[in-house]
């Protein structure tokens, strides 16, 4: 089977989360690597929920590395197809589906570049394939329970491929090969502000309500400081050696943390997607307060999407909107997943090899991802992931624009592009060195 085939067919599941539904899929997933003779073991907190790891010998045996990829997607209701998301169409040259790349054709060309390396006796050295549940939902059936409760079968892995990146974009003319190295975490805050409450006919000072107002306005005129990752400094620096000047000059400014803010803002709206990098964010979402029109609250309270950069703590974040917001507040942590800031770089030589042997090209930089994928709970074994699905995409393919949107959709020829690379990479070996 190539890869366009077990890319359709992946797409025919339909492993939609909630509920998720992954049964099928996995199990499918599971007799292609049981045709060549290798088993794989479910592991399940709930059977229609399962998890697939299959072992995968290489040459030289050594520690092996981790390669996974989630099989559910997301819903499809409210949005306007021009095809049956789940009919993985093949046409104009693409692969159309809910989950072309998110991340059904990542999974193929995983899937396609082991079994082919593996069948020609070229794998270097040992594979853990692991087929997970419920990405989408928050990796409660998935990724999240598998490190809680088997971490034991991760035993000696250093290094995983997985999600985020791969795909390339063109800036002024180069083509730049991001890979996620770090994920920037959840930390979501309950804000209470208290104040004098009353009679809504009198006229009170020091309210909460004053309070939330004044915090509101301060987070959205402000911003938290700047501060320069590993991650980032080194994405930065590697797009300043992969772009022409004076664009090679701006990228290596911006990591003058004092002109950081002033030098994005010049640079106008495109730029703007990189600034979260550089900060902790607050976005205000929930208000609670009150109950009846002419009672003034005594309290409200305000929730808030924190997302912090790798290596920060709700402490250090909340002292930073402490500062910010300039009223008094109580904070409670609602939810908060950490995330060390160290970055293992030793796989990136071997990736951007990988690359140049099909996209002489081709330059990979390594990158932070403002969301979160199933390596946060990964790095907790101190496994580092690169975000890396290989694809060769045209120049102006939004492939921003198409996850988790109508018409997804990959290029047949980035499927093979990505087969290529990833056989280049698993029958090198550079993780058993
Ligand atoms: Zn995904």
Same mark, same amino acid.
Do not use: C, Q
């Given at each position: 089977m190539d890869v366009v085939e077990i890319l359709t067919s992946l797409i025919g599941f339909r492993t939609v989360n909630p509920p998720g539904d992954e049964e099928e899929a996995v199990l499918w997933i599971r007799d292609l690597f049981e045709r060549e003779g290798?088993?794989?073991?479910?592991?399940?907190?709930?059977?229609?929920?399962?998890?697939?790891?299959?072992?995968?010998?290489?040459?030289?045996?050594g520690k092996p590395l981790l390669v996974y990829g989630h099989v559910d997607v997301v819903p499809v209701e409210g949005q306007q197809w021009d095809v049956d998301p789940f009919a993985g169409a093949v046409k104009d040259g693409y692969v159309w589906g809910r989950g072309a790349l998110d991340m059904k054709g990542p999974l193929a060309i995983y899937l396609a570049s082991l079994? @082919?390396?593996?069948?020609?006796?070229?794998?270097?050295?040992?594979?853990?394939?692991? $087929?997970?549940?419920?990405? @989408?939902?928050?990796?409660?059936?998935? $990724?999240?329970?598998?490190?809680?409760?088997?971490?034991?079968? *991760?035993?000696?892995? @250093?290094? $995983?491929?997985?999600? *985020?990146?791969? *795909?390339s974009f063109e800036v002024m003319g180069r083509r730049l090969y991001p890979v996620m190295v770090a994920e920037k975490q959840i930390c979501w805050l309950k804000l209470t502000f208290e104040g004098r409450g009353g009679h809504g006919s009198l006229m009170h000072r020091d309210t909460a309500m004053e309070k939330v107002g004044r915090a509101l306005v301060s987070l959205h005129r402000g911003r938290l400081p700047v501060h320069i990752t590993p991650a980032v400094r080194r994405m930065f620096l590697s797009m300043a050696d992969a772009l022409p000047f004076p664009a090679s000059l701006l990228m290596r400014a911006l990591l003058i943390p004092s002109i950081t803010d002033g030098l994005l803002s010049l640079l106008g709206e495109r730029m703007e997607v990189f600034r979260p990098l550089f900060h902790n964010t607050a976005s205000p979402t929930i208000i609670r307060g009150g109950s009846k029109v002419n009672v003034v609250p005594s309290r409200v309270e305000l929730e808030v999407d924190g997302r912090l950069l790798p290596g920060f703590t709700p402490d250090r974040f909340i002292r930073e909107l402490e500062d910010l917001l300039g009223v008094p507040f109580e904070a409670r942590v609602l939810r908060y997943d950490p995330y060390p800031d160290d970055v293992d770089w030793r796989l990136m030589g071997a990736l951007e090899e990988a690359i140049g042997m099909e996209d002489g090209g081709g330059r990979v930089i390594p990158m932070l991802l403002t969301g979160v994928t199933d390596g946060r709970f990964f790095?907790?074994?101190g496994i580092q992931t690169?975000?890396?699905?290989?694809?060769?995409?045209?120049?102006? *393919?939004?492939?921003?624009?198409?996850i988790h949107a109508e018409n997804e959709r990959i290029p047949v020829e980035a499927l093979h592009f990505g087969v290529r690379v990833m056989k280049h990479f698993f029958s090198r070996g550079a993780w058993t060195l």
């Open positions: 290798l088993e794989g073991e479910i592991y399940a907190l709930d059977s229609r929920r399962p998890n697939l790891l299959v072992r995968i010998p290489g040459k030289k045996g079994l @082919e390396t593996y069948r020609e006796g070229s794998l270097a050295g040992d594979v853990i394939f692991l $087929a997970l549940s419920d990405e @989408e939902g928050g990796g409660d059936y998935g $990724a999240r329970y598998m490190v809680e409760n088997h971490p034991e079968l *991760f035993d000696g892995v @250093e290094y $995983a491929i997985g999600e *985020f990146g791969g *795909f790095k907790r074994l690169y975000g890396f699905a290989p694809m060769k995409l045209p120049a102006h *393919f939004p492939f921003g624009d198409y």
